[in-house]
């Protein structure tokens, strides 16, 4: 339910998913995460090893991705 409100508050993300067809899988997997948010930002696993400035965030520990920084794929 939180991903169909989703679309309806955000038009433009339907635009945008209209005209890239081939993110809608993309789109599945994230629009049910949307409404996980902790203040600003949204939690997710680290799929790999990512080195961040300094610090390498290992496999599999959570972050919170700021959401401003989360524009879709």
């Known amino acids: 339910m939180h991903a ?3 679309l309806v508050r955000q038009p433009e993300l339907v635009r945008w998913l209209r005209d890239r067809p081939r ?3 993309v789109a ?3 629009l049910p995460r949307v409404d ?6 949204l939690p997710r696993l680290a799929p790999a090893d990512v080195p961040v400035g300094d610090v390498v ?3 599999g ?6 959401r401003w920084r989360c524009p879709p794929r």
């Open 4 to 6: 169909a409100l989703t």
């Open 23 to 25: 993110d809608i899988g």
């Open 28 to 30: 599945v997997e994230e």
């Open 36 to 41: 996980l948010s902790i203040g600003d930002g």
């Open 57 to 59: 965030v290992r496999a």
């Open 61 to 66: 520990e959570l972050v919170l991705v700021p």
